[in-house]
């Protein structure tokens, strides 16, 4: 729009100029029209409709045609093909992006998990500095989803996988409904999954002699089977005010069924000790067993200038164990030492105990609110001053109850949590021309928290940012951040269970064991305390369609941090001497992995990469009518209104019915949008750790993850990680490729000499898929599969493993390639159709 002709200035030649030449052919401009001395025009540029109001510019953005290029059946489907550039570096955080629809908040990733990407116009990926200002930690990438005004479809998607190695198969079957008009949008998802067990004997995994005479392979599960129901229903409306409501509800049941081997004990024979396995009472089980309900409330609106949101989350979590542990063999022995049993028979009859099952019942609830206030304070001459205002209250109830040996323990925990916090972002350079001019585009951010537990008392957090764009394209980034974070109520509460010969390899002794590990809460967990820095920088040269680098910098530095228990080296063992048992001989018998508070973790690396991509074979009169920008993000406008409703955000294809394309099914576009031409694209990154240190309390030597110190069964930290993937797609058939490489790591097992080795690993998946709608005239001559599309998969093309060896060139039996990766190489097809 264009502002009245007060605003009228000089300074504005191509202002100037493009209303002259915009002007009709023959037209007179009178001194009336142009004579303003002291006045100026200001051209206000529209938003695109769902675009995120913010000075901070999204690092990657995708446009229709783009998200078609990746193949994917739902939400879930594409970001786990582009989460090389969602997922945060920082170190922090779950990991998953926050996700926003049309620019607002949600209730949580349930709202947008099961939408079919047809549905979609545009992706926006923000980096973590934006989760301030819609309330959340700066832990977190933020990823917008500007959808579709007008879409109507159902479908459904059949799958099934094996290993090629067999062993086992998954299958599964998705159906999807949605329908999105102008003011409401409607997305219920059903899913089953089925997953077939493997088992020892089908990885060739060597027993010891005891497990060689009954074919213990047979009795114990590398992978469980499973099953797995998933319900997920979402519905929202705008209404005339402006105000708009989001309602979610899901339901989630899942149940596996492992082996844990068979019931066994140590007999005394004549003064010797002999262990056996026992047959008779078939393998100990071990039967795991969820319900999980949840809901969300998500209302949005504004009160004058100000923008408020408001979500409320529920989940009750139900988590049933049974755990069969051997029987008592106390009347056998006694049988052997009178001499009226063979301690070598098959079946002992009522001498042998029968299996004893322990159970555990965890019921986990967690509520969750969260308000915020966004607007302008005031306006500086650089800009308007603006501001994100949060309160929350969140409440979490864990209730569990763990049945041993006829022993009961309960566990009752409860945290209840207040919180309260500001954003304030303040433009130094913006609107200030003469300022940008000479220095670029510059801000300031800062944001204080304060959170009040009732288990835990008060927890403070801080940060501040600056960001720089000296020229268009080139943006540079800094933030720092600190906080106080309490352990996880689960953490603290989880019911403690045994799980008898669990293998494990024992450094000190050199050889692989089986020991009893317990697991559970640790109620003595201190609070930990965070502090963090991030520098940052992302080019995108207008010289390079398409183009675009990021790079980072963090520094990570925490103490009291609250972490599962690490892998048991001779470091582990002298600073945590009572989780630990051995029997006289010196040999391992139990861990206790129940979590601990390590005293500092520190850690510093550098991460960078490129992405690109390129259209190609458009034809004239195609496409969105200007240039080719692939995924590069498009300069976010400034705050103003936005786009109307029938016109697509910029870089989208036009909707169907506009003279874009064939109109699919129900009057959508066809299935991946049948674009004009083609596309690829390509993305890279490196990963380089400059420092992994952990201290585990005082006196105690500090672990160096990089210089042969470990804390899990994979090995140290890796100096140097490699991500790539890329796609082609043309005329409904397309490929992806991503792979990950990390360098080879070591474990030094200090005086006992039990170093091990563990090689680099190369990950490389493909994806193969093909749109029939766009293969000519197949769906004619086959009716039924109009709207369909086949999908080939192979995760872990070259079957590698993390090779681990021991000092004498040998693999641990812990370590045997089915209990590394016990599904390797990983086939599946998928047949998708929609109606």
Known sequence: MISSPRFLSSSSPLVLAGLFLAAPAGAQVSDADTDYPDEEIVVTAERPRGAVVSEIPPVVELTEADIASYGASSVQDLLEAISSQTSSSRGRGSGRPIVLINGQRTSGFREIRDLPPEAIRTVQVFPEELALQYGYRPDQRVINFILKDNYTGVSASVEYGVPTQGGQGRSEVDTTVTRIGKNSRVNINLEWQNNTAITESERGIIQDAAGDLVNLGDFRTLVAPSDNVELNANYSRTFGNGMSLSLNGGYVYDKSRGLQGLPNGTLQVAGDSLFRYFTEYGPLNRVQESNTAQAGLTLNGNLSDWRWSLTSDYTRAQVNSDTDRSGDISALQAAIDAGSADPLATEFGTLLGAPVTDTARVVDQTITNLATLSGTLFVLPSGAVTTTLRGGYD????????????????????????????????????????VVEAIGKLSINGNLGYSDLSDFGGLVEFGFGLTWEPFDGLVFTASAIGEEAAPGIAQLGNPVIITPDVTVFDFTNGETVLAAITTGGNPALLAEKQRDIKLAVNYRPEWLDGFSFLGEYFRNNSTNVASSFPLLTPEIEAAFPDRVTRDPSGQLIAIDRRPVNYANVSSERIRYGIDFS???????????????????????????GEAPADKPADGAAPEAGQGARPAGPRGGPAMGGRPSGGRWQLSAFHTIRLEDRIKIRDGVDELDLLGGSAIGSTGGSPRHEFEINGGWFNNGIGFRLDGKHQIATRVDGGLTGSD?????????????????????????????LKGSRIAFKVDNIFDDIQTVRDGNGLIPLSYQRGYVDPVGRYVEIDFRKRF
């Open 614 to 640: 390129k259209r190609f074979g458009e034809r004239r009169g195609d496409g969105p009518g200007r240039p080719d920008r692939g995924s590069r993000p498009a300069q976010s406008p400034a705050p103003g």
């Open 395 to 434: 409440r979490e109830d864990l209730n569990s109850r763990e049945t041993r040996s006829g022993l009961v323990t309960a566990t009752d925990l409860s945290r209840d949590q207040l919180s309260a916090g500001i954003n304030i972002d303040i433009p130094l350079a913006d609107e200030n021309i003469d």
């Open 756 to 784: 091990l080795r563990f090689s680099d690993l190369t990950t490389l998946n493909l994806r193969m898929f093909i749109n029939l709608d766009d293969r000519g005239s197949l769906t004619e001559r086959l009716p039924f």
